[in-house]
């Protein structure tokens, strides 16, 4: 796969770790903390729907592209707004070390 242009990495996304803290109960609460600002280019790949709670949901998955970082793991987010991706696998494209392909979902509600 060839470089991208430089204008393919036209959205700027925050990478987000999660942070587990106690809640005093013996349970955790997630916080979403961010780890990073990136450049990347989010193409929608397959969309389905789904009920949730008797109420019709929609899940859409993505590929995003970024470059290259060792640190993005399935444990990850991304945010880019008020959407959120998750991510479900890191790809190293070309295994160059240069571009990672995530593939995420979004949840629709």
Not at 4 to 13: F, K, V
Not at 14 to 42: F, K, Q, T
């Amino acid at each position: 796969m060839s470089k991208p242009r430089i204008g393919a990495l036209r959205h700027r996304i925050v990478l987000e770790g999660a942070a587990r803290a106690s809640d005093g109960g013996g349970g955790a609460v997630v916080n979403w903390l961010p780890v990073a600002e990136l450049w990347a280019s989010i193409t929608p790949s397959t969309g389905s729907e789904t009920i949730v709670a008797e109420a019709i949901a929609g899940r859409i998955t993505h590929e995003i592209l970024v470059r290259h970082r060792s640190d993005i793991v399935p444990a990850m987010r991304f945010r880019f707004g008020a959407r959120i991706f998750e991510i479900s696998a890191v790809l190293d494209v070309d295994e160059r070390r240069r571009q990672s392909r995530c593939l995420c979902r979004e949840e629709l509600l």
